[in-house]
Every structure is written in structure tokens, then in C-alpha cells.
RNA sequence: GCAGUUGUGGCGGAAUUGGCAUACGCGCUAGACUAAGGAUCUAGUCUGGGUUAACUGGGUGCGGGUUCGAGUCCCGCCAACUGCACCA
């Protein structure tokens, strides 16, 4: 019993032990996905709060493997992307070099985890044989159609001087520097996710993902049903067309209002207020959307034309205003404000007629003050006058339908995904520019396009990318004819490596195929996957995209590629979350240092619902510490002490079994650290106050320990003189009839409120228990009269009196 | 503004989904062991009254309700966090 806990030993004997005899065996077992998001090698390396993530992956992957499965666990690099850039424009360094290094570094403080990863199967997407398939992905999208060259006002950001995705796009500002988004003319790549909108909605449904995260994606598509309606132009040919969501309220429609980059503005607008017109279109191309949301105030000026509302041939001035988007619908609307809050402030602003056709049903009229937005009656809505407004939306829907000046349409909020970037560190476009042969992909027996080497690394900020400037590089034969042509120098985003990364794992040296059928078979799709919420829309609505593309060309068999996804929350230090920026990281080193990488992981686990943000503490730690010395303790001080069996004893190890499965499937790995912590205060009584506790039961705590803290427990395994690797068991089952308490105290209430506890044996009939309970509060009922008695079995006796 | 999440001791957090509120841990208090303790062990620790007792009241952000019984369900608020933000 005077062995001590010397967690460094242990910890280093059997890392070794197991870099040896991995404790994940094949042995024609079911296979199990389970996968980190995973993580940009950056130079400051990783703290406590990413160590959370990690550890709940891999107390995962440890459950599974004793449950029998053969499980995946594979990590690598998501390594292309800014900082190793920005940190190359400053120092002179190669983002290739600075990369390696942080990988290298990266790799050796993930390794303290001691995570089941498979080393073999790293990928890293800025190594050639990777991008290889990053970019052959790019040509198949091109030839598909889905790949398309486009010239338009993107969003900008000024500071890293690239263009941006609109999911890239926070709050007007840019996602990973904070600048504020400008809109910048550019020639760029875009990918027709569009095309996948209603699939990428419709298929959320069957994904055992977190509901929140769901909402959010289907919230960014944005699917809404409507109409699309043709407006005549009095006067003129031109016909302008809307789309609306409330074609109930058409007859109500007093105005139109055009964004002011809609292609009809010129030819619309009436001489005299051209001048005026003009000099608004210029000005709202000049505001950035930051400032464009800031406006509370609806800005605008009128054409000076009309147009006819086909209904009841209302004349409708035509506006133009900012507060339309010019890429949404037809970047037009109708203008209903009696029924909708900004078309009303701007028929305010404005001093334009307010028509009401929907009212409250039984209410009579009355000037409106805001826009009446709900359901209601229709009126001075001709043949449609005195129908519920509910009904009217589809009612009149048809009836433009028959007449042939509107269709029913259904429109999205996602957009296409803005392709190209303008900078260097980032995998080249396979593309080249023909005079003659236009817009020709690279060969595929040409891939990969190799990122050169280049002179300097700082973004042009004309739109051009540093590639550009590499006059040896960007010159090349057309593959199509031969005659001289130029490569296309934008860059990738940094999602396109992770949109499919995951595809990569399981056949990481394949140099003919991005995954062969049968790895792909064998393996995918990831049955577990665990990382941050920030990736809510970026990355897992891109690799739900690139999915179903690859699924659409014969790449891969199914639809979804995580079919379940757990979001682990932050750890917050003073209130914030943890970050370098704000200096309130936590480093692991000491901590795995001073109480082992054992109890950092249960600790991780013990701070919070795992799902929840968490605060950390340091001296926390010291209680999972304990505990593990006092595991340490118990088995120590049985070993080799004949313990007979006793029911007690079963009853214990089969409630303990019970708890810790249950709270695992739950994926509750607060309250299972918890259980453990009980269980053994217990089982240390009975060690000490009573014979002891007995082997099985010793060695079944062990193996439920496993998975939290693998070290320790095979060196118990081993003191307890067994065989092997304690991870080549299977998970304990319970067996339900030694579970059972021979009694339990229970409560009695009168009038909702505990007057006493009463000893119930195990299958004690009602009669004999309500009759215990009757005795005990037979002298606090103060001379009321019994009621209603409620008996709970297990639970509660509940008596009313009067 | 809209949507979602959260609100329980000094702190992190439990509560089998309607059944003994505060498990487990941190911290704190007292004691034991000790030359010493930032180690370990023992006892205590929501709060008011009560003799340090028995006992007895209150208590899960606030106000109502349903129920024998509510942290949990319903209605109405408040606060914090997250996402979206003129999407017609």
C-alpha cells in the first residue's frame, strides 16, 4: 500500500507501451468515425480550452473501442490561410517554412493528450499530394458548370486586402481582422452553391446535429415561398417584375421602389430627375454595408415614372432606395406599407398613400399608425374583399397565375460562394487564360498547379494577387492549343482544404484518386464529429456542398458526410474567452506537469456540460487530482487481500456500470467524472470500514476509468495482475437484478410538505407502505383529517389532509 | 427589432424529466497526524428562528397559474450571452 501515484512515470511508460501495440485493433470489427475539426498550426500553440474539444473526441474514441468498434481517430492540418502569410510578409520567411514548424510543434503538444490519433493518416492541406485534390475538386466543378467566372461588387476587405465570401462577413465586418467590409469591382471565381440550396435544406432534417446549429444553416439558405409579378411601366415597353411572400396584399400596393443597382434604373428615370437620380445610385455605391446598416432613416428619390398595379390599375410611383437589395428577388418590390414595417417608414418619410386591405377581423377602420402585419380580413381587395388573408396569399397567387402576370416562385437568401482570394499562401486556381480557347482547366494529369515560389508576399490590393507578378509562372502553353496563355493567379479560399479533408483520412498515400470505392466505403461517412460552434455555416454548409457534389459525380456513395456533430462549448478565464489576444490563456504544461495529463483530461471533463461554456479554474484540478490518488489508493490497498463478494458489493458494481454507461450515451462527461468520484468515496468506506473490496469489481472500475484516464488505468490493470491491455476488454454490461436496493428510505408528505422519512422494503405492497406512512405523521396532521394519499413507488408518499 | 440559449450556495455545477433542491468538486472553518504542511485523514459548510439540540419557517432571476407535489409544465416580465439583421 506504499505504492505512490507517480503520474510522470506512468504516463511515459505506457505512451511508449503504446506506440508499440496501438490499443485500437482491427480483428474484423465495426468500424467508427470519430473527428476533430482540425486546427490551423499557428505559432502560439495550444491552451486549455483546446484541449477540451480534443479530450471529449477521444474519451469518445476510447468508449468505442472497448464497445467493440474499430474506431478512426485521425488529426491533421488546416494550413493554408493568413497568419502564416501576414507573418511571412513581416519576417521574410517562407509560409511553407513557418508552417512546418508550427505543424512540428503543434504535433508535439498534441501528443501530451495522449489522443488514440493515427499518425499514419495525417494530411496536411498545403502538401502538393493534398491540394492535388483541392484543385482537381475545382476542375470537376468547373466542367460541371458549378465554377463560373464572374465580374461584380464583392465584398472587400481593405486590411487583408482580399475579397470575401458573404459568410466571411460579420456584422459588416470582416471575419478574421474586424475591418469594416467595402464592395470592390472584381473578376472572381464563384461556385454555384446555390444550385445545392434546396438540398442542403431539406437534407438538415435527418442529421443528428445539435438543433441550434440546423436553425442557423437553414436560417442562411433563407428558403421563402411567393410570387413573382410583372408591372407594367406606364408608358414604356418596360415591364418591371417583383417578387413578394404577401401577394394577399397586392391590391394595397401604393409605390415600387428599385435598388439602385437594378439595370433598369437608367431607361425608367425621366429626364428631369436624372440628375438627382443619378447622383443617390452613386452615392449608395459608395457606402459601405456597415454604414448602409446603421441607417435607421429610409433614404430614396423618385423616377418620376409610374407603374400600373395590374390588379386594380393603380398608378405606383417608382422609387429608388437603398433599403432594396439589389441581389435578392428581382431587386425590386412592391410597396404594401399599410402591411409591412419598412415599406410604412418609407411611405412616412416620403409621404406616400397608405392603402389598407388586410384588418383585424371585427375591428373597424382606423388609421393605421404601424404597419398591420398579421393575419387578418381582406378588404378593398375587389373579388378577394371579406377572405381571410391566410387564404388570399395563395388565392391570388393563382388567379395571377391563370391571368398570366405572375408565377409562384420560391426564393433563397444564400448566395453563390465568392471563390477567388488575391493572395499568395493559399492553393493556386487550375486555370488558364486563352486567347484563343477562353477559359481552359488545367489538365488533370497536370495536377497539382504548384504554388511557386515568389519575391514578395504582400497582397497587391488592386485585386491582382501576388502571383501575378511571376512572370516564368504565369506565362504557359494553352493545354487546349499550345499557343501562349496566362495561368489565372488567384488563390482558394481557406475552407476549400477542410470543405473535404475528411474524405482524405482514410486513404491519405491514394495518388490516383482523392479516396478509393473501398476506403471510402469501409470508412465514411464520419459517424462523430466534434468541434466549435463558429463553423455553424462556414465550413459545415461548404463540406455538406462539396459532399453532395462528390456524391453527384460518383466521388463518394451518400449525401451527408457528419452524421452526427457535437459542439463542445468554450472555456472562458475571467468571464472572456480564452484567447491570446485577450492574455487570459491557461497553458497545459504545467498543469500536465504537476497532476499529469490524467487528471487534465478528467478535469476538462468535470469543469461543465460539455456542450455549455465553461470558467477555469486551476485549483479545480486538484479535486480530479485527488480522486485519481485516491483510485490509486483503493486498488492498491485490495490488491492481494481476499475479498469474498458480497451483495453489497455487486450492487455497487453493477449501479456503477450502470450510472457511467448511461451518462456516457447521454454524452454527459461532467456527471460521469461525478459518478466515478461517488462510487469510489464509497467503495473507500467499505475498504476501510468494512472487508474490503473485491477484485472483479476493482478491475471493473478500472476499465470504466479507461477511457478517461488510459494511463492510470493500465497501470491498475496491471497491479491487478491482468492480462494484456485494459483496453482490450469489452464495456462492462449491468446486470439490472443486483442493482436493486433491498430498501429505500422514502418521504412522506402532508400537504406538499415533508413531515418524515420511512423504511420501504424492496416489493412492499401499497397497503403495507401507506400504512407505515400513516403511523409516522400521525402526530403532525394536528387533528385533520386524511384526504387523498398518493404513493409513488420508489419515490414519494404524499398525503392531503384537511 | 427577430430567433435561440442561459439564469440554482462564496465559486464550477447536480437533480433519473413533475417526486427528499444544492449530488460531485473547489474554497472556507475546526480537529487529527507532524519538527513542519500549500500533503493526507476526520467533521462541518443555502438561510432565518431555536440552547452548538430536538424542532420549525423561507428558499432555484421576478410576478402569476396548473398540480397531492414545480428548479422542471403553462402565462407575463427582467437580465446576460449567441446568431441573424432592411432577404420584401
Same mark, same amino acid.
Given at each position: 500500500?506504499?505504492?505512490?501515484?507517480? +503520474?510522470? !512515470?506512468?504516463?511515459?511508460?505506457?505512451?511508449?507501451?503504446?506506440?508499440?501495440?496501438?490499443?485500437?485493433?482491427?480483428?474484423?470489427?465495426?468500424? #467508427?468515425?470519430?473527428?476533430?475539426?482540425?486546427? #490551423?498550426?499557428?505559432?502560439?500553440?495550444? +491552451?486549455?480550452? *483546446?484541449?477540451?474539444?480534443?479530450?471529449?473526441?477521444?474519451?469518445?474514441?476510447?468508449?468505442?473501442?472497448?464497445?467493440?468498434? %474499430?474506431?478512426? *481517430?485521425?488529426?491533421?492540418?488546416?494550413?493554408?490561410?493568413?497568419?502564416?502569410?501576414?507573418?511571412?510578409?513581416?519576417?521574410?520567411? %517562407?509560409?511553407?517554412?513557418?508552417?512546418?514548424?508550427?505543424?512540428?510543434?503543434?504535433?508535439?503538444?498534441?501528443?501530451?493528450?495522449?489522443?488514440?490519433?493515427?499518425?499514419?493518416?495525417?494530411?496536411?492541406?498545403?502538401?502538393?499530394?493534398? #491540394?492535388?485534390? /483541392?484543385?482537381?475538386?475545382?476542375?470537376?466543378?468547373?466542367?460541371?458548370?458549378?465554377?463560373?467566372?464572374?465580374?461584380?461588387?464583392?465584398?472587400?476587405?481593405? !486590411?487583408?486586402?482580399?475579397?470575401?465570401?458573404?459568410?466571411?462577413?460579420?456584422?459588416?465586418?470582416?471575419?478574421?481582422?474586424? /475591418?469594416?467590409?467595402?464592395?470592390?469591382?472584381?473578376?472572381?471565381?464563384?461556385?454555384?452553391?446555390?444550385?445545392?440550396?434546396?438540398?442542403?435544406?431539406?437534407?438538415?432534417?435527418?442529421?443528428?446535429?445539435?438543433?441550434?446549429?440546423?436553425?442557423?444553416?437553414?436560417?442562411?439558405?433563407?428558403?421563402? %415561398?411567393?410570387?413573382?409579378?410583372?408591372?407594367?411601366?406606364?408608358?414604356?415597353? !418596360?415591364?418591371?417584375?417583383?417578387?413578394?411572400?404577401?401577394?394577399?396584399?397586392?391590391?394595397?400596393? /401604393?409605390?415600387?421602389?428599385?435598388?439602385?443597382? +437594378?439595370?433598369?434604373?437608367?431607361?425608367?428615370?425621366?429626364?428631369?430627375?436624372?440628375?438627382?437620380?443619378? +447622383?443617390?445610385?452613386? %452615392?449608395?455605391?459608395?457606402?459601405?454595408?456597415?454604414?448602409?446598416?446603421?441607417?435607421?432613416?429610409? /433614404?430614396?428619390?423618385?423616377?418620376?415614372?409610374?407603374?400600373?398595379?395590374?390588379?386594380?390599375?393603380?398608378?405606383?410611383?417608382?422609387?429608388?432606395?437603398? #433599403?432594396?437589395?439589389?441581389?435578392?428577388g428581382t431587386g425590386a418590390i412592391m410597396c404594401v406599407p399599410a402591411h409591412d414595417e419598412r415599406d410604412f417608414a418609407f411611405a412616412k418619410q416620403f409621404d406616400l398613400p397608405i392603402t389598407q386591405v388586410i384588418r383585424k377581423e371585427g375591428a373597424g377602420e382606423e388609421e393605421l399608425l404601424e404597419a398591420y402585419t398579421e393575419e387578418g380580413v381582406m378588404v378593398n381587395s375587389g373579388p378577394f374583399d371579406g377572405m381571410r388573408s391566410t387564404l388570399a396569399k395563395e388565392a391570388v397567387a393563382d388567379y395571377l397565375e391563370e391571368q398570366g402576370i405572375g408565377d409562384k416562385t420560391t426564393n433563397y437568401k444564400l448566395r453563390d460562394w465568392v471563390f477567388s482570394r488575391q493572395r499568395y499562401w493559399g492553393e493556386p486556381i487550375p486555370i488558364v487564360h486563352c486567347p484563343y480557347c477562353g477559359t481552359v482547366p488545367v489538365p488533370e494529369e497536370d495536377l497539382p498547379v504548384v504554388l511557386p515560389e515568389v519575391e514578395s508576399y504582400q497582397p497587391t490590393g488592386t485585386g491582382e494577387s501576388p502571383l501575378a507578378a511571376i512572370e516564368e509562372w504565369v506565362n504557359v502553353p494553352c493545354p487546349t492549343c499550345g499557343k501562349p496563355a496566362k495561368r489565372e493567379t488567384n488563390t482558394m479560399p481557406q475552407w476549400a482544404g477542410s470543405s473535404w479533408y475528411f474524405l482524405r483520412y482514410v486513404d491519405v498515400d491514394n495518388s490516383r484518386e482523392l479516396v478509393s470505392k473501398e476506403q471510402a466505403r469501409k470508412w465514411l461517412p464520419v459517424d462523430m464529429y466534434v468541434g466549435g460552434i463558429e463553423h455553424a455555416v462556414l465550413h459545415l454548409l461548404y463540406s455538406r456542398f462539396y459532399t453532395k457534389f462528390l456524391h453527384d459525380i460518383g466521388v463518394v456513395e451518400f449525401q451527408e458526410p457528419f452524421t452526427r456533430l457535437f459542439n463542445q462549448g468554450m472555456i472562458c478565464k475571467n468571464g472572456a474567452k480564452m484567447s491570446k489576444s485577450k492574455g487570459n490563456v491557461v497553458s497545459p504544461d504545467n498543469l500536465v506537469q504537476d497532476y499529469g495529463c490524467d487528471s487534465l483530461r478528467m478535469y476538462e471533463l468535470f469543469v461543465g456540460p460539455p456542450e455549455l461554456d465553461s470558467e477555469w479554474d486551476d485549483r479545480g484540478i486538484e479535486g480530479v487530482y485527488r480522486f485519481l490518488n485516491r483510485v490509486w489508493k483503493l486498488v492498491h490497498e485490495n490488491i492481494g487481500r481476499e475479498v469474498p463478494v458480497t451483495q453489497e458489493l455487486e450492487k455497487l458494481r453493477n449501479q456503477l456500470i450502470y450510472e457511467v454507461t448511461n451518462r456516457m450515451n447521454n454524452f454527459n462527461m461532467n456527471t460521469t467524472v461525478s459518478a466515478f468520484m461517488e462510487f469510489n468515496n464509497k467503495f473507500l468506506d467499505l475498504s476501510k470500514n468494512q472487508g474490503g473490496v473485491d477484485k472483479e469489481t476493482l478491475s471493473t472500475l478500472v476499465v470504466l476509468l479507461a477511457p478517461f484516464a488510459p494511463h492510470m488505468a493500465e497501470e491498475l490493470w496491471e497491479a491487478l495482475g491482468q492480462e494484456g491491455s485494459v483496453f482490450e476488454n469489452e464495456w462492462p454490461v449491468h446486470d439490472e437484478s443486483k442493482m436493486k436496493e433491498t430498501s429505500v428510505q422514502m418521504p412522506v408528505q402532508v400537504n406538499g410538505k415533508i413531515k418524515a422519512t420511512i423504511l420501504v422494503e424492496d416489493g412492499e405492497d401499497k397497503e403495507s407502505v401507506l400504512a407505515k406512512a400513516r403511523g409516522a405523521v400521525e402526530g403532525k396532521l394536528d387533528g385533520r383529517a386524511i384526504q387523498k394519499e398518493v404513493y409513488v413507488p420508489g419515490r414519494i408518499i404524499s398525503i392531503v389532509a384537511k
Amino acid at each position: 500500500m506504499s505504492v505512490q501515484y507517480k +503520474h510522470q !512515470e506512468i504516463e511515459q511508460k505506457w505512451r511508449r507501451i503504446w506506440e508499440e501495440r496501438p490499443v485500437n485493433k482491427e480483428e474484423g470489427r465495426e468500424k #467508427y468515425y470519430c473527428l476533430d475539426m482540425f486546427p #490551423y498550426p499557428s505559432g502560439s500553440g495550444l +491552451h486549455v480550452g *483546446h484541449w477540451r474539444g480534443y479530450v471529449l473526441s477521444d474519451v469518445w474514441s476510447r468508449y468505442k473501442i472497448l464497445q467493440g468498434y %474499430h474506431v478512426l *481517430h485521425p488529426m491533421g492540418w488546416d494550413a493554408f490561410g493568413l497568419p502564416a502569410e501576414n507573418y511571412a510578409i513581416k519576417m521574410g520567411v %517562407h509560409p511553407a517554412k513557418a508552417t512546418a514548424e508550427n505543424v512540428e510543434n503543434f504535433k508535439r503538444q498534441l501528443k501530451e493528450i495522449s489522443a488514440v490519433y493515427d499518425w499514419t493518416k495525417e494530411v496536411n492541406t498545403t502538401d502538393p499530394g493534398f #491540394y492535388k485534390w /483541392t484543385q482537381w475538386i475545382f476542375v470537376q466543378m468547373f466542367k460541371a458548370g458549378l465554377a463560373y467566372e464572374k465580374e461584380m461588387p464583392i465584398n472587400w476587405c481593405p !486590411e487583408c486586402k482580399t475579397g470575401l465570401a458573404n459568410e466571411e462577413v460579420v456584422n459588416g465586418e470582416c471575419d478574421r481582422c474586424g /475591418t469594416p467590409v467595402t464592395k470592390k469591382n472584381l473578376r472572381q471565381w464563384m461556385l454555384k452553391i446555390t444550385a445545392y440550396a434546396e438540398r442542403l435544406l431539406k437534407d438538415l432534417e435527418d442529421l443528428d446535429w445539435p438543433d441550434k446549429v440546423k436553425k442557423m444553416q437553414s436560417d442562411w439558405i433563407g428558403k421563402s %415561398h411567393g410570387a413573382e409579378i410583372d408591372f407594367q411601366v406606364e408608358g414604356m415597353e !418596360e415591364k418591371l417584375k417583383v417578387f413578394t411572400t404577401r401577394p394577399d396584399t397586392l391590391y394595397g400596393a /401604393t409605390f415600387m421602389v428599385l435598388a439602385p443597382e +437594378h439595370g433598369a434604373v437608367a431607361k425608367i428615370t425621366q429626364p428631369p430627375k436624372k440628375e438627382e437620380v443619378e +447622383h443617390y445610385v452613386f %452615392h449608395a455605391s459608395m457606402k459601405s454595408s456597415v454604414d448602409r446598416m446603421q441607417d435607421k432613416e429610409k /433614404t430614396g428619390v423618385f423616377t418620376g415614372s409610374y407603374a400600373v398595379n395590374p390588379l386594380n390599375g393603380a398608378k405606383l410611383p417608382i422609387w429608388i432606395s437603398d #433599403y432594396v437589395l439589389a441581389d435578392y428577388g428581382t431587386g425590386a418590390i412592391m410597396c404594401v406599407p399599410a402591411h409591412d414595417e419598412r415599406d410604412f417608414a418609407f411611405a412616412k418619410q416620403f409621404d406616400l398613400p397608405i392603402t389598407q386591405v388586410i384588418r383585424k377581423e371585427g375591428a373597424g377602420e382606423e388609421e393605421l399608425l404601424e404597419a398591420y402585419t398579421e393575419e387578418g380580413v381582406m378588404v378593398n381587395s375587389g373579388p378577394f374583399d371579406g377572405m381571410r388573408s391566410t387564404l388570399a396569399k395563395e388565392a391570388v397567387a393563382d388567379y395571377l397565375e391563370e391571368q398570366g402576370i405572375g408565377d409562384k416562385t420560391t426564393n433563397y437568401k444564400l448566395r453563390d460562394w465568392v471563390f477567388s482570394r488575391q493572395r499568395y499562401w493559399g492553393e493556386p486556381i487550375p486555370i488558364v487564360h486563352c486567347p484563343y480557347c477562353g477559359t481552359v482547366p488545367v489538365p488533370e494529369e497536370d495536377l497539382p498547379v504548384v504554388l511557386p515560389e515568389v519575391e514578395s508576399y504582400q497582397p497587391t490590393g488592386t485585386g491582382e494577387s501576388p502571383l501575378a507578378a511571376i512572370e516564368e509562372w504565369v506565362n504557359v502553353p494553352c493545354p487546349t492549343c499550345g499557343k501562349p496563355a496566362k495561368r489565372e493567379t488567384n488563390t482558394m479560399p481557406q475552407w476549400a482544404g477542410s470543405s473535404w479533408y475528411f474524405l482524405r483520412y482514410v486513404d491519405v498515400d491514394n495518388s490516383r484518386e482523392l479516396v478509393s470505392k473501398e476506403q471510402a466505403r469501409k470508412w465514411l461517412p464520419v459517424d462523430m464529429y466534434v468541434g466549435g460552434i463558429e463553423h455553424a455555416v462556414l465550413h459545415l454548409l461548404y463540406s455538406r456542398f462539396y459532399t453532395k457534389f462528390l456524391h453527384d459525380i460518383g466521388v463518394v456513395e451518400f449525401q451527408e458526410p457528419f452524421t452526427r456533430l457535437f459542439n463542445q462549448g468554450m472555456i472562458c478565464k475571467n468571464g472572456a474567452k480564452m484567447s491570446k489576444s485577450k492574455g487570459n490563456v491557461v497553458s497545459p504544461d504545467n498543469l500536465v506537469q504537476d497532476y499529469g495529463c490524467d487528471s487534465l483530461r478528467m478535469y476538462e471533463l468535470f469543469v461543465g456540460p460539455p456542450e455549455l461554456d465553461s470558467e477555469w479554474d486551476d485549483r479545480g484540478i486538484e479535486g480530479v487530482y485527488r480522486f485519481l490518488n485516491r483510485v490509486w489508493k483503493l486498488v492498491h490497498e485490495n490488491i492481494g487481500r481476499e475479498v469474498p463478494v458480497t451483495q453489497e458489493l455487486e450492487k455497487l458494481r453493477n449501479q456503477l456500470i450502470y450510472e457511467v454507461t448511461n451518462r456516457m450515451n447521454n454524452f454527459n462527461m461532467n456527471t460521469t467524472v461525478s459518478a466515478f468520484m461517488e462510487f469510489n468515496n464509497k467503495f473507500l468506506d467499505l475498504s476501510k470500514n468494512q472487508g474490503g473490496v473485491d477484485k472483479e469489481t476493482l478491475s471493473t472500475l478500472v476499465v470504466l476509468l479507461a477511457p478517461f484516464a488510459p494511463h492510470m488505468a493500465e497501470e491498475l490493470w496491471e497491479a491487478l495482475g491482468q492480462e494484456g491491455s485494459v483496453f482490450e476488454n469489452e464495456w462492462p454490461v449491468h446486470d439490472e437484478s443486483k442493482m436493486k436496493e433491498t430498501s429505500v428510505q422514502m418521504p412522506v408528505q402532508v400537504n406538499g410538505k415533508i413531515k418524515a422519512t420511512i423504511l420501504v422494503e424492496d416489493g412492499e405492497d401499497k397497503e403495507s407502505v401507506l400504512a407505515k406512512a400513516r403511523g409516522a405523521v400521525e402526530g403532525k396532521l394536528d387533528g385533520r383529517a386524511i384526504q387523498k394519499e398518493v404513493y409513488v413507488p420508489g419515490r414519494i408518499i404524499s398525503i392531503v389532509a384537511k
